[in-house]
């Protein structure tokens, strides 16, 4: 299939073969990962800029090499040392970048729906890289891109997703992936930080974790967003780790080959003992190398595909090319 999307605001919308466009493309990409010199010229010329709200280290840091490694320039705006601290709108620090040359947007924002609201007053594509409680696409997909390289397909995992549903924008964008492939995806948590309304989408809710963990193929253990909590969701840090932190012995009801994934920043201790984050199961650091990849591969599709379009141009880099060789 051809890829048309002008944005990468959500999971939901997404189709099934759009994943697996972006997904068989990141292959790809990741080849070029292995290579002793990580660079492609596919993406010269073009401006990345990161434009983020709250803090990041993964999400802005991969974007920011996987345009890099295809030779786009960068630039990173820190809110706290920029005019937003003037009181510049969000649309105004935007269009500015805009119209000095920005090709795309990566955009991490604190409220719901801040870069679809971007997407539709700016001609450059927009990513989101999470909008408050709502949803976290490139995350969804470089999940999604490591249960597939990991467990060989998508179609029938048992997938439990552990801890604080409600707050996490990493789940919603896992649940809507993993359905469109037919996974069989559970939900645990207390109860107060379990969402209304995800039995309607298929998913399985469960009160306890060892009823989730029962059999899972794939363990994806969410972060306790300390930061996002109303008082009295549940009672101490000490008593969630208690009832639902994920340790060897709740690891051990899952599939002997099970994967163990977190999307970090880790509470140690709290949601995840140190003994499974670092042990065999774990593929927590693979997930963060795959998020270059996936990252790499939205970025030539968004920037890279659409300039190949154009009549009488080259390809910049076939998804195949990309493999085959192209370094710059
Ligand atoms: N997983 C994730 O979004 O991590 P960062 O907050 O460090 O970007």
Known sequence: MAWKRK???GLEEFGRDEV????DTADS???ILRRPIKKVPTLRGKTVVTLFYEPSTRTRTSFELAAKYMSADTVSIATATSSVQKGETLRDTARNLEVMGADCFVVRHGMSGAPHFLARVLEAPVINAGDGMHEHPTQGLLDLYTMRRRKGRL?????????????????????????KFGAEV???????????????????????VEDALEGADVVNVLRLQLERQKRGLFPTVREYAKFWGIGRERLALAQPDVLLMHPGPMNRGVEITTEVADGLHSAILEQVTNGVAVRMALLYLLLGAAEAERPGEPRPVEAGAARAGGED
């Open 7 to 9: 944005d990468v605001l």
């Open 186 to 208: 559970r939900v645990a948590g207390p109860t107060t930080l379990l969402p209304l309304g995800f039995e309607e989408l298929g998913v399985k809710v469960f009160h306890r």
């Open 29 to 31: 990409m990741h080849e």
């Open 20 to 23: 697996e466009l972006v997904l």
């Open 155 to 179: 179609e029938g995992l048992r997938v439990a997703i552990i801890g604080d549903v409600a707050h996490s924008r990493v789940a919603r964008s896992d649940i809507w992936g993993l359905l």
